[in-house]
């Protein structure tokens, strides 16, 4: 078993609509959540992260996590052709871990106009 | 604000030849840095982490090294490329897990291929 899942994708989405990307770990006791969006050929950028259970909302974008469930979701409203990327889930699994984080493989999302 | 540099951008390199990546960040100081490799439609993978100068802790046994000759400098080598080290170099920083600041941040990163 994978410690970061993620669907590789690509997920379609039109223009406007919403786009839900789902991403679950292994370790019960991970604390930090993050996501990253990384275009073709770049470095990925951090955009969301989250600590504690519940919703996180920063402009277009929410996290929403789950620890009982060990899932950590993204929702990105009103989507935008430049929303087009490859979406990482990153996972710290413990305080103590010196920041180190596991990375899903990724999410490919394709707004279609 | 804080600034992360990677040099070069790009480099191809022949099988057998040295390797010398940098990395620095400006407008920190003693953060937390973090070499990663991703291999063409592959996932991150975490080579190196350093907490502080001259502390360098490795994940995966290659024939890669790093080194933090400074505090805000952080350094990738191998005295013997391979094949197989091609790759999307990336180094990250984040303000350290002592000030409970988890955020990473990654530089531009250095494609580097292995002819």
């Known amino acids: 078993q994978k410690e970061v899942e993620q669907n590789s994708g690509p997920l379609s989405v039109p223009e406007g609509a919403i786009a839900s990307l789902n991403c679950t770990y292994s370790?019960?006791?991970?604390?930090?959540f993050f996501w990253y969006r990384q275009y073709s050929g770049k470095s990925p950028e951090l955009i969301m992260f989250i600590y504690s259970n519940g919703d996180k909302e920063d402009g277009r974008f929410t996290a929403q996590l789950n620890k009982a469930s060990q899932y950590v979701s993204l929702l990105i409203r009103d989507s935008q052709p430049s929303d087009s990327a490859t979406y990482l889930c990153?996972?710290?699994?413990?305080?103590?871990?010196?920041?180190?984080?596991?990375f899903g493989a990724g999410t490919q999302v394709v707004v279609t106009p | 604000s804080q600034t992360i540099h990677q040099w070069p951008a790009t480099l191809v390199q022949p099988v057998g030849s040295p390797l010398s990546l940098e990395c620095t960040v400006e407008?920190?100081?003693?953060?937390?840095l973090y070499w990663y490799r991703q291999a063409a439609g592959r996932g991150l993978q975490l080579l190196f982490y350093?907490?502080?100068?001259?502390?360098i802790s490795s994940e995966v046994p290659q024939n890669l090294s790093a080194s933090r000759p400074q505090d805000r400098q952080f350094i990738l080598s191998s005295k013997k490329l391979l094949l197989s080290d091609s790759g999307f170099y990336l180094c990250a920083w984040t303000r350290g897990t002592m000030v409970g600041s988890y955020e990473q941040y990654f530089g531009p990163g250095t494609r580097l291929t292995v002819t």
């Open positions: 407008g920190t100081s003693n953060p937390n």
């Open positions: 370790d019960r006791g991970s604390q930090s």
């Open positions: 990153a996972v710290m699994p413990r305080t103590d871990s010196w920041g180190k984080l596991q």
């Open positions: 350093s907490v502080g100068i001259g502390q």
